[in-house]
């Protein structure tokens, strides 16, 4: 086996992720974010005053300064033994530590779908390192009997969209490279185990927006260096809770009633889309709005079979019902699933006393589209 190179992850910790550590079970990792800063007193700022926070997440400084606490912690890549997984961390491009954690069945019957699959953020915070997506994608692998490479892309404000499209895409890429030289590289440890005709994006939140905009660069006559050659084809799209905004305000934006541990308020998404937008765009900008005047129609594009899981207390429930309306009536291949009494990023944060159980559904749900 190559040995793994020592990643560091992006901003949230400092901890070489090729150093073994204690695998530390999910357990309900609150989003309260008045758990962090504390030792940062506004008047004590080395680095002049806050222009922009979600407290507890993201501190933006005047002079550029960026600042997130290690709210959620990051760990190796160890997985407990019953898991029956085995990841490592890979390096797709080091110019721009560019890398990824791939997980694989330890006895996989037969060549296993491949997901690729972009963690949530709002472009701003989060990583494949986080123990939340680590004990998710590790549990997805082995329920859902697929490989599972979780892309650790650059995050805003330090580089804005379309950073991450272009981090999504090049790593679809890089894994294309991978198939073409199936069984001869270093990478034949997780590679062999693929079946590159049975490729899935997905995400969830920011991740899914992300999810989104590759399918819709991979189908573009554009994507030439993917069309060419295709050991990778394309079957589907998994959007879970896909943050998209809009300058008008939604019925769920307006009134949907969030609590104390909501992952998403309406003030905190406003922020991450004045962040990682170019600056001076606006809410309707296509990235944020794929519904928009300014937009690609949806009939225009060339789209997998998407499937989309809503939360019922979701601020962007109504945006999301929304969204599968408009790709329905451009005639494209939806699975729609809302799940009962639970909110933004409950299959990872496990924020609610319902959450457990959605979680477990949802995963079942993902197993069946991605083998069926």
């Not at 490729?199 to 899914?208: E, P, R, T």
């Given at each position: 086996?190559?040995?793994?190179?020592?990643?560091?992850?992006?901003?949230?910790?400092?901890?070489?992720?090729?150093?073994?550590?204690?695998?530390?079970?999910m357990?309900?990792?609150?989003?309260?974010?008045?758990?962090?800063?504390?030792?940062?007193?506004?008047?004590?700022l080395?680095h002049?005053?806050?222009?922009e926070?979600?407290?507890?997440?993201?501190?933006?400084?005047?002079?550029?300064?960026?600042?997130r606490?290690?709210?959620?912690p990051?760990?190796?890549?160890?997985?407990p033994?019953?898991?029956?997984v085995?990841?490592?961390?890979?390096?797709?491009?080091?110019?721009i530590?560019?890398?990824?954690r791939?997980?694989?069945?330890?006895?996989?019957?037969?060549k296993?779908?491949?997901l690729?699959?972009?963690?949530?953020?709002?472009?701003?915070?989060?990583?494949?390192?986080?123990?939340?997506?680590?004990?998710?994608l590790?549990?997805?692998?082995?329920?859902?009997c697929?490989?599972?490479?979780?892309?650790n892309?650059?995050?805003?404000?330090?580089k804005?969209?379309?950073?991450?499209?272009?981090d999504?895409?090049?790593?679809?890429?890089w894994?294309?490279l991978?198939?073409?030289?199936?069984?001869?590289?270093?990478?034949?440890?997780?590679?062999c185990?693929?079946?590159?005709?049975s490729?899935?994006?997905?995400?969830?939140?920011?991740?899914?927006n992300?999810?989104?905009?590759?399918a819709?660069?991979?189908g573009?006559?554009?994507?030439?260096?993917?069309?060419?050659?295709?050991?990778?084809?394309?079957?589907?799209?998994?959007?879970?809770?896909?943050?998209?905004?809009?300058?008008?305000?939604?019925e769920?934006?307006?009134?949907?009633i969030?609590?104390?541990?909501?992952?998403?308020?309406?003030?905190?998404?406003?922020?991450?889309?004045?962040?990682?937008?170019?600056?001076?765009?606006?809410?309707?900008?296509?990235?944020?709005?794929?519904?928009s005047?300014?937009?690609?129609?949806?009939?225009?594009?060339?789209?997998?079979?998407?499937?989309i899981c809503?939360s019922?207390?979701d601020?962007?429930?109504?945006?999301?019902?929304?969204?599968?309306?408009?790709?329905?009536?451009?005639?494209?291949?939806?699975?729609?699933?809302?799940?009962?009494g639970?909110?933004?990023?409950?299959?990872?944060?496990h924020?609610?006393?319902?959450?457990?159980?959605?979680?477990?559904?949802?995963?079942?749900?993902l197993k069946?589209?991605?083998?069926?």
């Open positions: 086996m190559p040995r793994e190179p020592n990643i560091q992850p992006q901003a949230e910790s400092s901890m070489p992720l090729d150093e073994p550590t204690s695998f530390i079970p357990a309900a990792i609150s989003s309260n974010p008045r758990l962090s800063f504390q030792n940062l007193g506004k008047n004590q080395p002049g005053v806050v222009v926070e979600i407290e507890g997440l993201i501190r933006v400084l005047k002079d550029g300064h960026v600042e606490p290690l709210l959620v990051s760990v190796s890549c160890v997985v033994p019953e898991v029956g085995t990841a490592k961390d890979v390096m797709l491009d080091k110019s530590n560019l890398w990824a791939i997980y694989v069945p330890n006895k996989p019957a037969g296993l779908p491949l690729v699959y972009f963690h949530g953020g709002g472009f701003c915070v989060g990583s494949a390192a986080w123990i939340c997506y680590h004990d998710f590790a549990n997805l692998a082995s329920k859902a697929c490989v599972v490479l979780s892309v892309y650059r995050l805003a404000p330090e804005r969209l379309p950073a991450a499209y272009e999504g895409f090049n790593a679809v890429m894994v294309n991978q198939a073409l030289n199936a069984g001869s590289n270093e990478h034949n440890w997780w590679s185990h693929c079946n590159f005709s490729f899935f994006l997905a995400g969830d939140s920011a991740g899914a992300i999810a989104h905009h590759v819709t660069r991979l573009s006559n554009g994507a030439s260096e993917f069309t060419k050659s295709k050991p990778l084809q394309l079957k589907g799209t998994i959007l879970i809770q896909p943050f998209f905004g809009g300058e008008s305000r939604t769920s934006e307006k009134h949907a969030q609590s104390h541990k909501s992952a998403l308020s309406l003030s905190a998404s406003d922020t991450y889309w004045r962040l990682s937008l170019p600056v001076g765009a606006s809410r309707d900008h296509p990235w944020c709005n794929p519904l005047k300014n937009a690609t129609r949806l009939t225009e594009l060339r789209l997998p079979p998407t499937m809503i019922e207390t601020i962007l429930k109504d945006r999301n019902l929304d969204f599968c309306a408009a790709m329905t009536s451009a005639g494209k291949q939806v699975e729609k699933v809302v799940y009962k639970v909110g933004h990023a409950f299959h990872v944060l924020n609610s006393p319902l959450s457990r159980t959605r979680a477990h559904e949802m995963m079942s749900h069946a589209f991605i083998n069926q």
